[in-house]
């Protein structure tokens, strides 16, 4: 808009909020401008521990995470939140209500939590998630908390970029252990039963410790389970605690090296991912593209060699058909 | 084959917004198209702020605003109720919102709006379009518009017109 300053990237370094602010709008909107932020801040990435936070709706992740972050204040340090929610498909339109649960440790000055809508992008939605913990990560802030609800693809790949995964369940919620099993238990490096004041919830623990019992090998990292009641901010040192001790086995085994490089490659390939669909939208605005679908249809054409002339982005989809 | 991988990407992801759209058939292309469009063309998309400040309970003008919002393909990010101007003027901030909608209906507005506007102000965010729904007595709507609010917009608006506003005033920036 008019009047507004140059986003300044020493601001965004030095935690200025209305900086780090403007900078998570511009990386999620992506294109050249994200880029060279995003290559500004990365060489200042390293030191918050980002903390995926993962669980069926209604467990109480929103909660939790406020929960969190006053825990980590009361401890002197500072916490960045990104909350996902999902946009319509149809519309592109979302609402975020994740503010709703988080009304104590946003006021805080020392946190600061953003509301990321899904765009219903292909990968696209892993791409802002990294983008946007580079610029937390980069701000300062000791914590980074990135919450979404633990379905689908880009979910689980968005909880690739954390350090420490937490997947939250609550008793009550019909199956639990049937509701996390399929991709979520696996990356878990933290299992917390919220809401264990409520029946069932010792069945729960009893169960999920059955479940990790059942692992072919002993894996070198046994994910502990927390019991909370994020409400009344029971349990929350103890997750603080134990997550601070899988920093420390990932820093000893070489992990959190790992770790980073993968999310790096994830900005990396979602690069690659944007530019492939720039292309492919440049293609189908092509006045000959139609006419190539039909020879491709036709068998007068095939469908790789369409493919390769789409990712040259040399435009002149007609040419040479007759 | 990487091309008929991208296009097979987005159906096999159950779980996600897009690929859900394929359960619902016919209308799946028009999501899908959506889906590449703001991917693809790094538009902006108007984020609006929907909040209730002050101490009456009543939010659902408020839920209807937001969702109609929604519809019209805004990111609507709702606060909630009995919010303080600091708490609202702190998530327009976090936010980075381009709209922030108040909904009073306490007969409080004389007092909450200016100081919302003036925290806006404050945080560099004065350029927000700043919209007013709810009771405000005809009387004291020169006053609200003084303050920095952009419309009042009273009981009985249709939704469209309110969708229409916001896209004329922030639509383009």
Redo the contacts between chains.
């Keep these: 808009?008019?009047?507004?300053?140059p986003l300044v990237a020493a601001e965004v370094l030095a935690g200025q909020?209305?900086a780090v602010?403007?900078a998570?709008?511009v990386v999620e909107?992506?294109?050249p401008e994200a880029e060279a932020l995003l290559q500004t801040l990365l060489p200042h990435t390293g030191h918050a521990h980002v903390v995926g936070i993962t669980g069926a709706p209604g467990v109480g992740k929103s909660t939790l995470v406020d929960g969190l972050a006053l825990a980590a204040r009361a401890q002197g340090q500072t916490a960045g939140i990104i909350a996902v929610d999902?946009?319509?498909?149809?519309?592109?339109?979302?609402?975020?209500?994740d503010?709703?649960r988080m009304?104590d440790a946003?006021?805080d000055p020392g946190v600061?939590?953003?509301?990321l809508?899904?765009?219903?992008?292909?990968?696209?939605?892993s791409r802002a998630a990294a983008a946007s913990l580079t610029v937390l990560d980069a701000s300062g802030f000791d914590w980074v908390l990135v919450e979404t609800v633990g379905?689908?693809?880009?979910?689980i790949e968005i909880m690739a970029l954390a350090e420490s995964v937490m997947v939250v369940l609550a008793p009550g919620l019909g199956d639990d252990i049937q509701a996390i099993k399929a991709g979520i238990l696996e990356i878990a490096d933290l299992f917390v039963v919220n809401k264990a004041d409520r029946p069932g919830a010792d069945a729960s623990v009893r169960e999920l410790r059955a479940m990790l019992r059942l692992a072919a090998d002993p894996p070198p990292w046994t994910p502990p389970i927390v019991t909370t009641v994020a409400a009344e901010r029971r349990g929350l040192e103890q997750i603080l605690a134990e997550l601070a001790r899988h920093r420390a086995f990932l820093e000893e085994t070489g992990r959190r090296a790992d770790r980073r490089t993968h999310q790096v490659e994830t900005l990396v390939r979602q690069a690659v991912w944007?530019a492939?669909?720039?292309r492919?939208?440049a293609a189908r605005e092509d006045p000959g593209w139609a006419r190539a679908l039909t020879a491709v249809a036709a068998g007068t054409r095939d469908?790789?060699g369409l493919?390769d002339q789409?990712?040259r982005g040399a435009g002149g989809m007609a040419d040479g058909i007759h | 084959m990487v091309l008929a991988a991208a296009e097979r990407a987005t159906p096999t992801s159950p779980c996600s917004p897009v690929g859900r759209a394929v359960w619902s058939g016919a209308r799946y292309d028009d999501a899908l198209g959506r889906a590449r469009g703001m991917r693809d063309g790094g538009e902006r998309v108007i984020r609006v702020l929907v909040a209730k400040p002050g101490l009456d309970g009543h939010d659902r003008g408020a839920k209807v605003i937001a969702r109609a919002l929604r519809d019209a393909g805004m990111e609507v990010v709702y606060t909630g109720l009995h919010q303080t101007p600091e708490q609202v003027a702190e998530a327009a901030l976090q936010e980075d919102v381009q709209v922030v909608a108040l909904s009073i209906l306490s007969g409080a507005h004389p007092t909450l709006v200016p100081r919302i506007a003036g925290l806006l102000q404050q945080n560099g965010q004065g350029d927000v379009l700043l919209l007013l729904g709810g009771i405000v007595p005809e009387q004291d709507v020169a006053s609200m518009l003084d303050a920095g609010v952009s419309r009042v917009f009273g009981p009985g608006t249709d939704t469209r017109d309110i969708v229409r506003y916001i896209q004329e005033r922030v639509g383009d920036s």
């Design positions: 808009m008019t009047g507004t300053p909020r209305r602010s403007r998570l709008t909107r992506g294109g999902p946009s319509s498909p149809f519309t592109g339109g979302a609402i975020l209500g503010r709703i009304q946003t006021m600061f939590m953003r509301s809508a899904s765009r219903g992008q292909t990968g696209g939605l379905a689908g693809q880009s979910e944007d492939v669909a720039r492919l939208a469908a790789t493919a789409v990712l």
